[in-house]
């Protein structure tokens, strides 16, 4: 791809995603939208995904991100219904819309059936994650739809990869599937295991804030390669590297993590972005050389599709929700009383995504023999049409249903003061290390000094505290909106006056930086502080 048709896709999905931000839509289905409207625009180059850019390049940084935000020990504790899921589901996904693909389709092998349900199976990490932030789902439904989309796209590939080598003529047989897909979870779980320690070594080695940064960018694709490189799920490498360094995050040095949260947030942000209006951008290509099936038979067979692709999923996930629940009073106690809402939005939330394209654009055009693979561009329609089809139906449908249903979400007083608890009792023991330390001659500072870092630890013990209070009866403002403001003013007179300075030449424009740096220092801390 040129250079220019790049910059255009990277700055107007960005665009049309911080548009987003001021309407109800969720960016996704307002990035599709404009992909799609978009791509008939005249003069606009045809964006064709290329699966050996997707998934080796853009899908190791957005599973690094998923993972790195998500909780290891909340994911161990929906272990589960995550595994059942991610693993079962797709599986049961991929022989339910293939076998009626195959009923449905004239003409359609059974082995193409099986490859298009591989496609369709898993829901897409980008999507649940974007949704679940948007409309604010219970914290177990949230941690389950993140944990199923980040372990899902590996077992769909590597079901894409045994029904693609039947569907070529390569002779697959049961037993080769199951030693494939044991050789992908395995060694992907290995190699991640490999490289988690040996890597976060080494972040919590390197001195400089810019080389951990620089390592950072490169471990997600570090993960995806070494295990791609031994047949192994780089889905799984990524995952449970990502899961690891996340967990043991407090390690890294802190000017580490401030730039790493932003530089990964605005990576992400790009890259989502893209990635969604790619989607839409992709229906001139999908409807080139539809052929014989344009018109009333390629949209009933992609409604049917559709069709299978959601009922399968609520078919799957009740059973998995309460048979285990009848069968072990272990498990009930664990997980406690549970009702039908919950599991129905879990089905109803299983919106598909960029994945599923670019494994459809990987599929050959020959088979073994040299004869075209069968229906292979029905097959990329019906995938697109499946992709479009969960994304807005499900997408749009998704938070309303969700009000609807009035499931309890987080409880903001209970978390505050969950937090408040925590930070009075951080706020103790670092007032009885700060004793221990002035008690040495070593560490003697003038009383001020003294008083000020006391003062800190208290204005931070209290600031969360505050936040319970009631608000200011003249303004509207908490207490920490107030202190926000109040620093953001005086530190912006310091930075008015050092500016002011600077064009007078009584201070150069390499000690402005210095003094803008701390000022910017000064201003996250009091932010931080404030909550």
Known sequence: MEVMPLLLLVAGSAVVAAAARRTPVPAPLLLVAAGLVVSYVPGVPDYTLDPHIVL????????????TDSSYLD?????????????????????????????????????????????VAPPDAVA????????????????????????NDATAI????VALAAAVGEGATWAGGIGEFLLAAVGGIGVGLVLMVPIHWLRTHLKEALLQNTLSLLIPFVAYAAAEQVHASGVLAVVVVALYLGHRAWEVDFATRLQEEAVWRMVAFVLE????????????????????????????????????????????????????????????????????????????AGMRGVVSLAIAFSIPLTVNGGEPFPERNLILFLTF?????????QGVTLPPLIRALRLPGRDPQAETLAEANAQAQASRAAERRLDELLADDRNTLPDPLADRLRAVLERRRN??????????????ESVDDTYRRLSREVIGAERAVFVKLRDGRYIDDEMLRTLLRRLDLEEAAAYREAG
Do not use: C
Not at 299 to 318: D, E, G, K, N, P
């Open 463 to 476: 600031s969360v505290w505050e936040r319970l209070g009631q608000a200011n009866p003249i303004t509207g």
């Open 75 to 119: 994911l161990r504790a929906q272990m589960r219904p995550v595994m059942l899921l991610s693993v079962g589901y797709v599986l049961f996904a991929t022989f339910a819309v293939g076998w009626i693909a195959y009923l449905v389709v004239p003409g359609l092998p059974l082995t193409a059936a099986l490859v298009l349900g591989a496609v």
């Open 385 to 393: 049409t499946t992709v479009i089809g969960t994304l807005v139906v």
């Open 158 to 161: 590597t079901a894409y990869r």
């Open 128 to 151: 649940a994650t974007a949704v679940a932030r948007r409309v604010g789902l219970p914290s177990r439904v949230t941690t389950i739809l993140q944990g199923e989309s980040l372990v």
């Open 273 to 348: 972005s893209a990635v969604f209006a790619l989607i839409g951008l992709q229906l001139p290509v999908v409807l080139k050389g539809l052929g014989e099936y344009e018109g009333g038979r390629a949209a009933w067979y992609a409604i049917a599709v559709f069709a299978v692709v959601v009922v399968s999923r609520f078919v799957w996930v009740y059973p998995a929700t309460f048979l285990p629940r009848m069968m072990s009073e272990r498990i009930r106690e664990r997980e406690g009383d549970l009702d039908w809402k919950g599991p129905f939005i879990i089905s109803w």
């Open 56 to 67: 080796p390049l853009v899908l190791p940084p957005l599973l690094h991100t998923a993972a």
